[in-house]
């Protein structure tokens, strides 16, 4: 079966640091696209990065950056000066096969 | 347009009732999906919908379950002869299909939560 793996149900980071929350897929595609969502508490799922992987230039999103690594299969986010609203869980996606991983809580630290 | 709606945000419901959800897309889209998740889980997909035609559906969308979308416009996810483990919180969400430029990037509504009890 063709999957996403989030490997880390949980991470904590302080306020202002950076963390790196990991996601690995399987497919036997070319081209794809990749998505980190975030659903904050309560809230409404949305759009966090997307990652073309015809493209070999990684995304960047204001804070949010992605290290996709398409051999490996590997596709991470990259959350620099954390904030206190960063604080949800996030959710890897490829998109072909709408198929999510398990997810990440994110806690910020104040 | 305000994105994604869907109707009722809340619903309870007696085990063995019917219930009918509704979501109404971005006008523009043309991709209409839904979406179940409990409780620290991500999304599992039940069905998604590409204007009115119903291109998937998941295994785990049983005889019970059934989604329309008659004028491909807004779709309905119906559960017959609701099961406590029917409780979730249903998701529906759209994007746009350009064509040769597909990223599939979804937009989402806030859900609806059921509760059977």
């Known amino acids: 079966a063709q999957t996403v793996t989030q490997s880390q149900p949980e991470m904590s980071v302080q306020e202002a640091e950076t963390v790196t929350l990991s996601c690995t897929y399987d497919t036997s595609e070319s081209d794809y696209y990749l998505f980190w969502y975030k659903q904050p508490p309560s809230r409404q799922m949305i759009l966090v990065i997307r990652?073309?992987?015809?493209?070999?230039q990684n995304a960047t999103e204001n804070r949010f950056s992605v290290n996709f690594q398409k051999a490996a299969k590997s596709f991470s986010l990259k959350i620099s000066d954390s904030q206190l609203g960063d604080a949800a869980m996030y959710f890897c996606d490829r998109d072909d096969k709408i198929i999510f991983g398990k997810g990440t809580r994110l806690h910020i630290l104040p | 347009d305000t994105g994604v709606s869907q109707d009722p945000r809340h619903k309870i419901t007696k085990r063995g009732q019917n219930v009918t959800f509704r979501c109404d897309p971005i006008s523009e889209h043309n991709r209409l999906y839904w979406y179940r998740q409990t409780l620290g889980q991500g999304p599992e997909f039940l069905t998604y919908?590409?204007?009115?035609?119903?291109?998937?559906k998941s295994r785990l969308l049983s005889d019970r379950f059934s989604a329309e979308r008659p004028k491909g416009s807004f779709s309905t996810l119906e559960i017959q002869r609701t099961e406590q483990g029917d409780s979730a919180m249903y998701l529906c969400?759209?994007?746009?299909?350009?064509?040769?430029?597909?990223?599939?990037?979804?937009?989402f509504g806030p859900g609806t939560r059921l509760t059977v009890t």
């Open positions: 990652q073309e992987a015809y493209k070999q």
């Open positions: 969400a759209s994007s746009l299909d350009r064509g040769q430029f597909v990223s599939y990037e979804q937009y």
């Open positions: 919908f590409q204007n009115e035609a119903q291109l998937e």
